[in-house]
T-cell receptor
Framework: GQNIDQPTEMTATEGAIVQINCTYQ??????LFWYQQHAGEAPTFLSY??LDGLEEKGRFSSFLSRSKGYSYLLLKELQMKDSASYLC??????????WGAGTKLIIKP | ETGVTQTPRHLVMGMTNKKSLKCEQH?????MYWYKQSAKKPLELMFV???????ENNSVPSRFSPECPNSSHLFLHLHTLQPEDSALYLC????????????FGNGTRLTVT
């Protein structure tokens, strides 16, 4: 079967750095997405990785290792507004999106 | 403003009721989706429409009936639902390319009593 694993919940301190991991076992791979979802709101697109390496977008970076079936989302200089759920999703060989259950990130002052 | 608008935001219905969820996108996208989101579970794809034609139905019970009258509007008609159908129902749209990001609406929080 196909599977995406993410930690259920993480806690971090304002101003710090946090890394949210995502591991996947899918039938094929055509890219990996990260989305952010604030409570009661729509998920919003953060990043897309299809090649190995690190992609940086301001305070957020996303890393991919296809050989390890692994990605992480790195959030720097954490702000209270970063408290949200972070969803990892993989496009399999049929271009179907396989979703993780999401990681709830709690930021403390 | 997400560009994808869903109504209503909240809905409480009995198991014998019939109701409809509405989704409208203002992004000029070609594909529209219905997802079900339950607490601590991955998003479940229910239906996909591309250029107003249904291209995927992930074995969803017939008590859920989608309708896509044009590329900007999507409905989900509900009838004789079960309490386990209580969830957040998310509409999304995309340009339709294989790796196009999804743009989601804020969802309808459905409670079946």
């Amino acid at each position: 079967g196909q599977n995406i694993d993410q930690p259920t919940e993480m806690t971090a301190t304002e101003g710090a750095i946090v890394q949210i991991n995502c591991t996947y076992q899918t039938s094929g791979f055509n890219g990996l997405f990260w989305y952010q979802q604030h409570a009661g709101e729509a998920p919003t697109f953060l990043s897309y990785n299809v090649l190995d390496g690190l992609e940086e977008k301001g305070r957020f970076s996303s890393f991919l290792s296809r050989s390890k079936g692994y990605s992480y989302l790195l959030l720097k200089e954490l702000q209270m507004k970063d408290s949200a759920s972070y969803l990892c999703a993989v496009l399999d060989s049929n271009y179907q999106l396989i979703w993780g259950a999401g990681t709830k990130l709690i930021i403390k002052p | 403003e997400t560009g994808v608008t869903q109504t209503p935001r909240h809905l409480v219905m009995g198991m014998t009721n019939k109701k409809s969820l509405k989704c409208e996108q203002h992004l000029g996208h070609n594909a529209m989706y219905w997802y079900k989101q339950s607490a601590k579970k991955p998003l479940e794809l229910m239906f996909v429409y591309s250029l107003e034609e249904r291209v995927e139905n992930n074995s969803v019970p017939s008590r859920f009936s989608p309708e896509c009258p044009n590329s900007s509007h999507l409905f989900l008609h509900l009838h004789t639902l079960q309490p386990e159908d209580s969830a957040l129902y998310l509409c999304a749209s995309s340009l339709g390319g294989d790796n196009s990001p999804l743009h989601f609406g804020n969802g309808t929080r459905l409670t079946v009593t």
